[in-house]
């Protein structure tokens, strides 16, 4: 990988500048310490820079994991008052994390028996892969078509969540329960549903209703940890809900296919209009085509991606819901609570410098400091809101509470540790048998006959050097760090 860290200017340990070519503007912040800031290749830079003099864009942030993505790297937040991307939201609206803590201590799962009946049993709930869904999983939740017209419409709603069979109370617990159309109504999401499948531009809407309640392929996964506070940061814990010593389960998924065929469905259109009218890509790079706000283009993309996202809210809702009804099945007695659910694929209307804007959060994750404005009668308005990021399952992941330093970041941290190999790369590089025996050292069991050499932990970046930046630049403070004792993984092509 080239190093050019030499292209960065430091302004402390671990903030740094990259400049614009002269006279384009204000430069981009970049965070990341010295190592970090050695696994920025060429195409991410440029990719960062071409993005960062689209029109309209006013901010743009690198966070530590950020890597070569669709348009914009994955790791970076833009922000623009006028004009709205897709590339920096991406092709899986509103992939997310969320964290569901149970009352069961660590020593409860120590033996490998009571594991392996873990795993079949969400694995009969919740299927795994790309164009898998409901059917191929017994004990799922079946969701007919009307229903989730509602809940695409309609997102996490009382009504919907007890429909589904969630606790209600658990729509406290996002991020965004629900989201609305253009013009901040629940109506503009029907219309639009009606007119792309009455024009048969979404004829596949049947079908990928029924993924609801699914993991993807790819980076996508539920993990089961074992949480450990961190002995300074015990009341914020608390007030999160977080259970010293006790067994957590940690999902990474987005809106499946829904999402996937609506962004493309968008990222068509507005690059046909693009080449009706002759209008040059940012960079010529046609994955940064973009619309100005209040533009029918702009409605419609605002749309859509609330219909991605509210499908996304209710699938964590729904995998949930379902890996306690697994632990119940297999330990009685057995409860939980959602912690948090929290986007990193999103754009979101924010106040940026005293203004509105469209934040745009491709691979990053809101970080709210306690006292922050958006927190106000909410849980979390006192301490500010947890922020969940998976490392890997050998060296751990982390709960983390934004730091007044954030607003230097757009109030964004990194959403993970972040690629250091491409996929292929990994493929190629990497022996499955030496991935598959790290696991086994490790007493960590999967539900895969061999782990995907491309989501091993080598694939990844140093989580340590990624959390040590993200503290370092005075962004977030480490709550509590989680460690894995199974695994749930599509083992087939990665969708993400």
Partial sequence: MTDNSRKLIPTSDAIAKLPLPKGAGDPITVIGNDAIRKTFDD??????????????????????????????????????????????????????????????????????????????????????????????????????????????????????????GVPRQWRHRCEDAAHVGHDDTTDALYERLD?????????????????????????????????????????????????????????????RGFGHDLAMGQF???????????????GDDRELCYAPLGTTEADDYLDDMALGANFATINHMLINALVLEA?????????????????????????????????????????????????????????GHPILLPGDPQRGSAVMVAQEGASGSLYSVNHGAGRCLGRKAAIRSLDQKAVDQSFDARDIMTNCRNYPRDEAPAAYKDFEQVLDSVKAAGLAAEVARLRARFVIKDAGKADD
């Avoid at 950020?66 to 092709?91: D, F, L, R």
């Avoid at 892969?129 to 309609?154: C, D, F, L, N, T």
């Avoid at 539920?222 to 015990?234: L, S």
């Avoid at 979101?348 to 990053?364: D, L, Q, T």
Wanted: hydrophobic share 35%; proline share 6%.
């Fill in 43 to 164: 195409v991410c830079l440029k990719q960062a820079v071409n993005a960062r003099l689209g029109p309209g864009v006013h901010h743009l942030v690198i966070n530590p994991d950020a890597h070569v993505g669709y348009g914009a790297p994955v790791g970076c937040v833009m922000a623009s008052p006028t004009h709205i991307y897709p590339g920096p939201v991406g092709v899986d609206i509103k992939c997310s994390m969320s964290l569901l803590q149970l009352d069961i201590p660590a020593d409860r799962i120590d033996d490998k028996r009571t594991r392996r009946a873990l795993i079949e049993a969400i694995c009969e709930r919740v299927p795994t892969g790309a164009g898998r869904g409901q059917r191929q999983a017994p004990k799922s939740r079946r969701v007919h078509e009307q229903m989730g017209r509602i809940v695409a419409a309609e997102g996490a709603t009382k009504t919907n969540l007890e429909m589904l």
């Fill in 268 to 282: 068509r259109a507005m690059q046909d209009k693009f080449r009706t009218w002759s209008i040059p890509f940012p």
């Fill in 195 to 255: 007119r792309l499948t009455a024009s048969g531009r979404f004829p596949s809407f049947a079908n990928k209703i029924t993924q609801l309640g699914s993991y993807g392929g790819g980076n996508h996964f539920g993990e089961c940890e074992i949480v450990h506070v961190d002995e300074h940061r015990g009341e914020v814990a608390e007030g999160f809900g977080l259970r010293d010593g006790c067994v957590a389960f940690l999902s990474h998924c987005g809106s």
């Fill in 327 to 383: 632990f119940q099945e297999v330990l009685p007695g057995a409860s939980g609570k959602l912690v948090y659910f929290i986007s990193h694929n999103i754009a979101r209307r924010e106040i940026v410098e005293n203004r509105p804007m469209w934040v745009m959060r491709k691979g990053a994750t809101r970080a709210f400091p306690g006292g922050h404005h958006a927190l106000a009668d909410t849980p979390f308005e006192k301490t």
